[in-house]
């Protein structure tokens, strides 16, 4: 045994040792057993396993020596020598510079190569010599791994995408391309999302190094935004992938539009309001535009969220009643994205004040209305919300539904049925809703009638011989008269009055007449006639020629207001003499006689009579003038209150004020003689009903019929009352009312009668 090592050792390497220089071990090729594969990357670091325990017990390794390509020895480890306790490593700088390390604390043992280079892969051994045991030699083959490059991900368009793909829109497609060059062995390239991997394969590029793997996508939902695609090269088990990595930017539609609106309430014409809407999930943030039935709006404001997930826009909307039934419409639009466009709409209801529109039934013709047709209205209404009431007035006056008389109210119709001139005038509807009430446009009813007298004309005209009098003869007609009519009696003959003496006016509808009495004949009694489309005029109006003459007293003439400086006086015409008058007050002072005023009034017999002196007693006259004359005088006495005394008057029937002072026995004595007099008078009313209850006989009967009356019935009851002004009686002046005319068949004033007896007899 000992013979065969020291032969196999003399006939595989001779050990040159020079002054610390290296070893050289030279020896045959071995070509033993199979290779041990290994495995590095390149500038990681190789393991290759050499086992270096002994055979057998009582045995111990003293040398190990590693060679590549199985002749040149690149490595020894050897523990023989003075210092076996302490082995001592030996390299080769030309193939490994300090790169290797042979480790014995592992098992097995191991040569660590560092920073592993392409040339290092090849063929190994080592070799193991023993102090008793044969050598032992293994093949150790080590492959070095070249990952390959970084991947390179690029677009759809051919471009590098660097950390992010896109922006692609949602719903839409992404192609992405991975490629990888180098590496050896061939890499596999794979795409993942996250820990997933995608069902994806790669391909041979256009050149042998290059290696490509496609990755689609359809229709990208919103969860792939941000989502971080990676593609992955690997060629080996011991080092990490190499990888890039791409997140996905990407459009999105708007989620949703709504305008808030507090349910959709209703809204009031004429005032503003901030309507807002809102969308959410656009990215980027969604402009919002608003539309009213297809017109764009631009009173309104936007505003995007801090993270742009949601775009809010405030409509300053002031909508009027035309506006009713509208559609608002807000749109949310991304135009990055197709058919990136949502809305909402929203249908307006517009409260406002009724609108009316008043018309009368569209069978009238509202020129050829005459009394005793039948009329008939309507309101026609726009409101929101529906009227809850409609009024009708005829001429600023409420009209009730009045069936009996003709009147039939509805609430938007009005039927009058056979109406007269009464009924004509402005007719009005109003409407009434919780917005207000509307009022609708006036229409006048013209009712076509026969002429008729004027009330209140002057009546009675009193003109002299040979002097012109100007006759207004004024009607009330619809249409206006078209012409006139005059007649003249007096107690013979009653004649027309020729047309040349009189003129029309049918805009005034009037007609003056111009009478010139020339004897006593000429006075007496004119009629006046005016006809118009609707016929002529039934009852003519009357009116009286007299002679003229002087005006009546003014009578019933009253104080008041009487003050320290100044009291006021109102007295009633007399008749006017057939003359337009006016009228004069004078007040002289009592005591001196001294005249104090000189009023004249033309319109009526009341005057005020100021800066007088305090506590004087006055008397004062009245008189009517016309161009006769002046009237009889009228006297009345009255007075100014002293100055700082509490004072009041008393006016007696005969138009006399009396001053007294009221003092407080005075008061007092009134008030108790006021108590004793109703004391007095209940007592007596009480005696009076028990002797009538006593002298009562269930048998007496009532007064026959024709039974002549007391004594007392045969009284006036005006002379009964002195505290009443009789009827017909003068006071303060002269007044007559009544009388019949002595033209036959024809009915004259009973006043204006009287006026004229009265004229005469003066006359």
């Known amino acids: 045994m000992r013979c065969h090592v020291l032969a196999g050792i003399v006939a595989l390497f001779t050990v040159v040792y020079a002054q610390g220089g290296p070893r050289t071990f030279s020896a045959r090729p071995y070509r033993g057993g199979p290779a041990i594969a290994a495995r590095a990357v390149i500038q990681g670091t190789a393991e290759l396993p050499c086992d270096i325990r002994p055979p057998r017990e009582n045995d111990s390794a003293i040398l190990v020596v590693w060679y590549k390509s199985d002749i040149t020895p690149i490595y020894s480890y050897d523990m023989r020598g003075k210092h076996s306790e302490k082995a001592s490593h030996w390299n080769d700088k030309d193939h490994l510079n300090d790169r290797a390390f042979f480790r014995t604390v592992t098992d097995p043992a191991t040569l660590n190569i560092n920073h592993i280079e392409e040339r290092d892969e090849g063929e190994y051994r080592c070799r193991v010599d023993f102090a008793k045991s044969p050598t032992r030699n293994a093949r150790i083959h080590l492959t070095v791994i070249v990952p390959p490059d970084k991947p390179n991900i690029i677009d759809e368009h051919g471009k590098t995408v660097p950390t992010v793909a896109g922006p692609y829109e949602e719903g839409g497609d992404m192609k992405l391309q991975c490629l990888v060059t180098g590496g050896r062995p061939e890499p596999k390239v794979r795409w993942w999302r996250g820990e997933l991997l995608l069902d994806s394969k790669d391909e041979q590029g256009e050149f042998p190094a290059l290696r490509r793997n496609t990755l689609i996508v359809k229709q990208l939902s919103r969860g792939d935004l941000h989502a971080v695609f990676t593609c992955q090269a690997a060629n080996n088990n011991i080092s990490q992938p190499v990888s890039a990595s791409v997140a996905i930017e990407m459009h999105l539609k708007p989620l949703s539009v709504t305008i808030l609106s507090s349910e959709h309430a209703p809204l009031s014409a004429d005032r503003k309001y901030d309507i807002n809407c809102i969308t959410v999930g656009s990215r980027p943030p969604a402009k919002l535009s608003w539309y009213m039935d297809g017109r764009k709006l631009t009173n309104h404001t936007e505003k995007v969220s801090e993270d742009g997930n949601m775009t809010s826009s405030t409509?300053?909307?002031?909508?009027?009643?035309?506006?009713?039934?509208?559609?608002?419409?807000?749109?949310?639009?991304?135009?990055?994205?197709?058919?990136?466009?949502?809305?909402?709409?929203?249908?307006?209801?517009?409260?406002?004040?009724?609108?009316?529109?008043?018309?009368?039934?569209?069978?009238?013709?509202?020129?050829?209305?005459?009394?005793?047709?039948?009329?008939?209205?309507?309101?026609?209404?726009?409101?929101?919300?529906?009227?809850?009431?409609?009024?009708?007035?005829?001429?600023?006056?409420?009209?009730?539904?009045?069936?009996?008389?003709?009147?039939?109210?509805?609430?938007?119709?009005?039927?009058?049925?056979?109406?007269?001139?009464?009924?004509?005038?402005?007719?009005?509807?109003?409407?009434?809703?919780?917005?207000?009430?509307?009022?609708?446009?006036?229409?006048?009813?013209?009712?076509?009638?026969?002429?008729?007298?004027?009330?209140?004309?002057?009546?009675?005209?009193?003109?002299?011989?040979?002097?012109?009098?100007?006759?207004?003869?004024?009607?009330?007609?619809?249409?206006?008269?078209?012409?006139?009519?005059?007649?003249?009696?007096?107690?013979?003959?009653?004649?027309?009055?020729?047309?040349?003496?009189?003129?029309?006016?049918?805009?005034?509808?009037?007609?003056?007449?111009?009478?010139?009495?020339?004897?006593?004949?000429?006075?007496?009694?004119?009629?006046?006639?005016?006809?118009?489309?609707?016929?002529?005029?039934?009852?003519?109006?009357?009116?009286?020629?007299?002679?003229?003459?002087?005006?009546?007293?003014?009578?019933?003439?009253?104080?008041?207001?009487?003050?320290?400086?100044?009291?006021?006086?109102?007295?009633?015409?007399?008749?006017?003499?057939?003359?337009?008058?006016?009228?004069?007050?004078?007040?002289?002072?009592?005591?001196?006689?001294?005249?104090?005023?000189?009023?004249?009034?033309?319109?009526?017999?009341?005057?005020?009579?100021?800066?007088?002196?305090?506590?004087?007693?006055?008397?004062?006259?009245?008189?009517?003038?016309?161009?006769?004359?002046?009237?009889?005088?009228?006297?009345?006495?009255?007075?100014?209150?002293?100055?700082?005394?509490?004072?009041?008057?008393?006016?007696?029937?005969?138009?006399?004020?009396?001053?007294?002072?009221?003092?407080?026995?005075?008061?007092?004595?009134?008030?108790?003689?006021?108590?004793?007099?109703?004391?007095?008078?209940?007592?007596?009313?009480?005696?009076?009903?028990?002797?009538?209850?006593?002298?009562?006989?269930?048998?007496?009967?009532?007064l026959k019929k024709g039974t002549a009356p007391s004594s007392e019935d045969l009284y006036d009851t005006d002379d009964r009352n002195p505290d009443v002004v009789p009827v017909n009686k003068v006071v303060g002046g002269n007044n007559v009312r009544g009388a019949v005319s002595n033209t036959t068949n024809d009915v004259v004033d009973v006043g204006d009668r009287h006026e004229i007896d009265e004229h005469k007899r003066r006359r």
């Open 315 to 702: 409509l300053v909307l002031k909508p009027t009643l035309h506006d009713h039934d509208k559609v608002i419409t807000c749109r949310a639009e991304n135009a990055k994205v197709q058919r990136g466009v949502i809305e909402d709409t929203w249908k307006l209801n517009v409260f406002f004040v009724p609108i009316l529109h008043l018309e009368l039934g569209s069978n009238m013709n509202p020129d050829d209305i005459e009394e005793g047709d039948d009329v008939y209205f309507e309101c026609k209404v726009n409101a929101n919300p529906g009227a809850y009431k409609v009024v009708w007035k005829h001429n600023g006056n409420v009209i009730q539904n009045n069936a009996k008389n003709g009147v039939i109210v509805q609430q938007y119709g009005l039927a009058l049925r056979e109406v007269n001139r009464s009924q004509a005038g402005n007719y009005t509807c109003i409407a009434s809703n919780v917005e207000g009430d509307g009022y609708s446009n006036n229409v006048e009813l013209k009712i076509m009638y026969k002429p008729i007298c004027v009330p209140d004309q002057k009546r009675i005209y009193g003109v002299t011989r040979l002097e012109d009098a100007r006759v207004i003869c004024r009607v009330e007609a619809y249409p206006p008269p078209s012409s006139f009519r005059w007649t003249f009696n007096n107690t013979e003959e009653m004649v027309d009055v020729p047309q040349a003496r009189y003129k029309n006016s049918t805009q005034h509808m009037q007609s003056v007449l111009i009478y010139r009495p020339v004897t006593e004949m000429d006075y007496g009694t004119v009629f006046c006639w005016a006809s118009n489309t609707a016929g002529q005029q039934k009852n003519a109006c009357v009116f009286h020629i007299i002679p003229a003459g002087k005006p009546e007293s003014p009578y019933n003439c009253t104080l008041s207001n009487q003050t320290t400086r100044s009291l006021s006086v109102e007295c009633f015409a007399g008749f006017d003499g057939g003359q337009p008058q006016h009228f004069l007050l004078e007040v002289y002072d009592q005591i001196t006689g001294k005249l104090q005023a000189n009023i004249t009034s033309r319109e009526s017999a009341a005057f005020t009579v100021q800066d007088l002196e305090p506590g004087k007693v006055l008397n004062m006259i009245l008189y009517a003038v016309n161009a006769k004359g002046r009237s009889d005088p009228a006297l009345l006495e009255g007075f100014t209150l002293k100055v700082a005394e509490k004072q009041t008057v008393r006016v007696l029937f005969t138009g006399t004020p009396v001053p007294f002072e009221i003092t407080p026995l005075l008061g007092g004595l009134i008030g108790v003689v006021t108590a004793l007099l109703l004391i007095t008078v209940t007592i007596l009313a009480a005696m009076k009903i028990r002797s009538d209850r006593r002298t009562q006989r269930p048998n007496d009967l009532p």
